[in-house]
């Protein structure tokens, strides 16, 4: 089971932390991936990380601004986000499974949390 939390109302240009703390199992040898959806919008692909945290991928949308990182201790993984922009609101969803970048090709879904950027 995956638990998002963090979400929440922040200004154009603030900052949050997104946290998906796993429970039940052990996701460690999972890549963990951010996933976001905006109402009326297909679900896309934000950031991912492989099992040690070594290597990590963004969507082009928010290269730069966001950071993915896991703690496979914690069996936590978080989404620092920072320069948000209005189009970066949608709800946020934690994901586990193979790394590549569709949904479908992760099997465990985090219930989601949402994000509102004002401007």
């Known amino acids: 089971q995956l638990q998002a939390s963090g979400g929440g109302l922040v200004q154009a240009g603030g900052s949050l932390r997104l946290s998906c703390a796993a429970s039940?199992?052990?996701?460690?040898?999972?890549?963990m991936a951010w996933f976001r959806q905006a109402p009326g919008k297909e679900r896309d692909f934000v950031a991912a990380?492989?099992?040690?945290?070594?290597?990590?991928s963004y969507a082009d949308s928010v290269k730069g601004r966001f950071t993915i990182s896991r703690d496979n201790a914690k069996n936590t993984v978080y989404l620092q986000m920072n320069s948000l922009k209005p189009e970066d609101m949608a709800v946020y969803y934690c994901?586990?499974?193979?790394?590549?970048?569709?949904?479908?090709?992760?099997?465990?879904w985090g219930q989601g949390t949402q994000v509102t950027v004002s401007s």
């Open positions: 994901a586990a499974g193979s790394g590549r970048r569709s949904p479908i090709e992760y099997n465990y």
């Open positions: 039940g199992r052990t996701f460690s040898a999972y890549v």
């Open positions: 990380v492989n099992w040690s945290g070594s290597s990590t």
